[in-house]
């Protein structure tokens, strides 16, 4: 799959079945995705159980982008079993709130750990990544290294779309 595709248009993405009225358009999301800080990943541990954390991430339209700490739980997690689940939310009363969960499975990308390379599949990540928290260029610490999420199912959700919503 080259990247995320818009569930309407029956173009391979399993299609969000429930909350309709609710969801964002393809531009609500990635609008939200581009501008949102924080995300929650989601990973399954050896004996099955879970294991969430707080990561910063990159959205290039296509593809979900996590730069992670290679020596983490996360990571030893998802080599053994790629699945994960991506949630970014935000709002604080009922009628505020809004998100969005990618689904899917992560690959590596790039030299592990990440110490700068020459890699054109990382151009890009690495400079929105840059720009969103540094206000200039990426830098390397040969500790993190790159994960890309082509998500196979999107769901998101608005509240402020509920009749009766109040904003």
């Known amino acids: 799959m080259d990247g ?6 029956g173009n391979g993405m399993k299609e969000q079945r429930r909350g309709k009225r609710i969801a964002m358009s393809p531009e609500e999301r990635d609008a939200f995705l581009t501008d949102e800080r924080m995300c929650r990943a989601a990973t399954v541990s050896a ?16 593809s979900l982008w996590l ?6 739980q996360r990571w030893t997690n998802l080599r053994r079993d ?11 009363d009922f009628g505020e709130l809004r998100g969005v969960e990618l689904l ?31 206000g200039g260029p990426f830098s390397y610490d040969g500790r993190h290294g790159w994960l890309r999420l082509v998500p196979e199912k999107i769901v998101s959700w608005d509240f402020r779309k509920m009749p009766g919503a109040r904003v």
């Open 67 to 72: 730069n992670s700490v290679v020596n983490s």
């Open 104 to 134: 899917g499975k992560v690959e590596a990308v790039g030299e592990l750990p990440r110490t700068g390379a020459s890699n054109p599949d990382l151009e890009e990540p690495e400079r929105l990544f840059g720009s969103k928290y540094a």
């Open 4 to 9: 995320p595709v818009d569930p309407r248009k």
């Open 47 to 62: 004996d099955g159980s879970p294991h969430s954390s707080p990561l910063w991430f990159v959205w290039d339209g296509k």
């Open 82 to 92: 790629p699945r994960i689940s991506v949630v970014v939310d935000a709002g604080r």
